[in-house]
T-cell receptor
Framework: GENVGLHLPTLSVQEGDNSIINCAYS??????FIWYKQESGKGPQFIID?????DKRQGQRVTVLLNKTVKHLSLQIAATQPGDSAVYFC?????????????FGEGTQLTVNP | DARVTQTPRHKVTEMGQEVTMRCQPI?????VFWYRQTMMQGLELLAY????????DSGMPKDRFSAEMPDATLATLKIQPSEPRDSAVYFC????????????FGDGTRLSIL
């Protein structure tokens, strides 16, 4: 069929619930990971990062978990609020011959219902 | 808060015209990135600079796109001649090299080529 664009994975939650957004990365040599939040009409906004020598990092209402064995990253948002509605991207930092660069996942659309 | 500033925020022009997008990175940041975001391809890296020198522009169509950093406070992305397929949102991001640091994004230039 015709490709009409990316079909973002979606997650719909009730206000006050906890949200978990998942991401699989591809390069076992990636050493640094970032979660970004993108609201409509704005650029990606940094939320939290984690280095590959860690498996968990906590921020304000957010926690990132890293499982290097299965190359999986997750973002947990506690007590989700309507203002958390956005597209969330994970990004992995890959080192190459011309320096490091970020590679972004496809994104997950989070909708918070009041 | 320090921010990456992009101008113009919106640009509509006819195919064949030259388009110039500008970016002011965060003061003190020594890496600058240009990305393109479309529904079809998601977020793609076009080019990046370290200390104003181009490090990688392999993601950029060289025949019509050019990226420069005339000084540390200005990065430009030019398209000449523009084509309808160039319609997208173009983001600039800046960061610090070394030690795994996040990139910080501007709010983008929404480009429409008619």
């Amino acid at each position: 069929g015709e490709n009409v664009g990316l079909h973002l994975p979606t997650l719909s939650v009730q206000e006050g619930d906890n949200s978990i957004i998942n991401c699989a990365y591809s390069n076992s040599a990636s050493d640094y990971f970032i979660w970004y939040k993108q609201e409509s009409g704005k650029g990606p906004q940094f939320i939290i990062d984690i280095r590959s020598n860690m498996d968990k990092r906590q921020g304000q209402r957010v926690t990132v978990l890293l499982n290097k064995t299965v190359k999986h990253l997750s973002l947990q948002i506690a007590a989700t609020q309507p203002g958390d509605s956005a597209v969330y991207f994970c990004a992995e930092n890959r080192r190459g011959t011309s320096g490091s660069r970020l590679t972004f996942g496809e994104g997950t659309q989070l909708t918070v219902n009041p | 808060d320090a921010r990456v500033t992009q101008t113009p925020r919106h640009k509509v022009t006819e195919m064949g015209q030259e388009v110039t997008m500008r970016c002011q990175p965060i003061l003190g940041h020594n890496t600058v990135f240009w990305y393109r975001q479309t529904m079809m391809q998601g977020l793609e890296l076009l080019a990046y600079f370290r200390n104003r020198a181009p490090l990688d522009d392999s993601g950029m169509p060289k025949d019509r796109f050019s990226a420069e950093m005339p000084d540390a406070t200005l990065a430009t992305l030019k398209i000449q001649p523009s084509e309808p397929r160039d319609s997208a949102v173009y983001f600039c991001a800046s960061g610090l090299v070394g030690g795994n640091q996040p990139q910080h994004f501007g709010d983008g230039t929404r480009l429409s080529i008619l």
